[in-house]
C-alpha cells in the first residue's frame, strides 16, 4: 500500500502530484495535525501559531483515469489517530469569543475513548477527516478554506465507513486531506475539535461522467451536500438547490414535488460556523435519507 507523507497548504489547479494511484487503488494518507506541530503543550496558545503553516494536508494524490467531469469517489476505509490532542480557542471565532479566555487543553485518546483528565470526563472517540477535497479549477484555495472543491468542510461526519464524492476538475483529481479530529462538534464553535495526527486509508474510485458540483457526502442511510456560502444563508441555499437537482433527477420528480419531497425528508446541520472570514465562509451539510425502492442518487454500479 502506497503511504503518502508530504504535505500542501493550498489547493491549486496546477498541484505537483507527489503520488498516482489506480482506479479501485488502496491508499494510506499519513497526516500532521492542524498546527503542524505548533501546539506541544498546554502552554502554547494560538495567538502564538503561525497560521500559514496550519491545516497542513497530505497530498495530493493522481488518480489515473480521472478525467474532468468526471467524479471521485473516496471510500473512508480507516482513521486511527494518535494518542494525545489539543482544543484550542482562538481568537474572533464563534459565540464565546468575547469571553472565553485564550486557553489550551490536551485530552487524551485510549482504547477508543477520549479522557479529559482534567475534569475526570470520558466519552467515546470519534475520529473524522476536517479538510479533504480535491483541485479546484479556479482560483487558488488555502486548505483552512472551505469551497465547492472540498477543503476545510469541517464535517464531523466524514468517519471511517462512509464515501466522499468530489468533482473531478482537473486531470486525476488531485486528492488531498488532513486536519484530524479525535472528535469535533457540529459549528465547531471555539475553532477546534480536539485536534491530532493520525493516519487515513481510503481507496479511490471514478465515476465517468456525472455532474456534481459541491462534494456529496454518502453515509449508509443518507446523502448530504456539502456546500459554503458568505453567509449561513447562502450556505444553505446552496445545498438545497444542488440536493433538489440530484433528488429530482434520480427520482424523476418534477420541480415542484421535489421541493415538498425535501420539506418532508430534509436533513441539515452546520459543518463549520465559527471561521467565517479564516476559512472563507460558512459550511452546511443539506441531507436526505435514501430511499431503499428508488435508484441512488449517485452510484458506481
Known amino acids: 500500500m502506497q503511504e503518502i507523507r508530504k504535505s500542501i497548504y493550498t489547493f491549486t489547479k496546477d498541484m505537483e502530484p507527489v503520488a498516482r494511484a489506480k482506479n479501485g487503488e488502496v491508499v494510506k494518507f499519513i497526516i500532521k495535525d492542524c498546527f503542524d506541530g505548533q501546539i506541544k503543550s498546554e502552554k502554547d496558545i494560538t495567538t502564538e501559531v503561525d497560521w500559514h503553516h496550519s491545516n497542513p494536508a497530505a ?4 488518480v489515473e483515469g480521472a478525467e474532468v467531469g468526471d467524479v471521485l469517489a473516496v471510500d473512508i476505509l480507516d482513521i486511527s489517530v494518535a494518542d494525545r490532542g489539543f482544543v ?8 464565546f469569543a468575547e469571553k472565553a479566555e485564550l486557553r489550551t487543553n ?10 479529559w483528565d482534567k475534569h475526570n470526563m470520558v466519552w467515546p472517540a470519534a475520529p473524522m477527516i476536517g479538510v479533504i477535497g480535491t483541485a479546484p ?3 487558488d484555495m488555502p486548505t483552512a478554506f472551505v469551497g465547492n472543491h472540498g477543503g476545510n468542510m469541517d464535517n464531523a461526519m466524514i468517519q471511517k465507513g462512509v464515501r466522499m464524492w468530489f468533482p473531478v476538475r482537473v486531470e486525476g483529481a488531485l486528492l488531498a486531506m488532513g486536519d484530524l479530529h479525535a472528535a ?23 465515476l465517468k461522467n456525472f455532474k456534481l458540483n459541491w462534494p456529496l457526502l454518502e453515509t449508509k442511510d443518507a446523502y448530504y451536500v ?25 427520482y424523476e420528480l418534477d420541480y415542484t414535488d421535489t421541493a ?6 430534509g436533513l441539515l446541520s452546520a459543518n463549520q460556523a465559527c471561521l467565517v472570514e479564516q476559512a472563507g465562509g460558512d459550511s452546511f451539510r443539506v441531507g436526505t435519507p435514501k430511499v431503499l425502492n428508488k ?3 449517485i452510484s458506481l454500479d
Open 59 to 62: 497530498g495530493p494524490l493522481y
Open 88 to 95: 484550542c480557542t482562538v481568537p474572533e471565532c464563534g459565540p
Open 106 to 115: 490536551g485530552l487524551r485518546v485510549e482504547g477508543g475513548k477520549i479522557y
Open 137 to 139: 479549477d479556479g482560483e
Open 184 to 206: 469535533m462538534g457540529d459549528g465547531e464553535v471555539c475553532g477546534c475539535g480536539i485536534e491530532i495526527a493520525g493516519e487515513v486509508i481510503v481507496r479511490v474510485r471514478i
Open 226 to 250: 456539502n456546500a459554503r456560502g458568505a453567509t449561513c444563508d447562502e450556505a444553505i441555499h446552496s445545498g438545497y438547490v444542488e440536493l433538489h437537482r440530484l433528488i429530482s433527477q434520480a
Open 260 to 265: 415538498m419531497y425535501m420539506s418532508i425528508q
Open 295 to 297: 435508484k441512488p442518487l
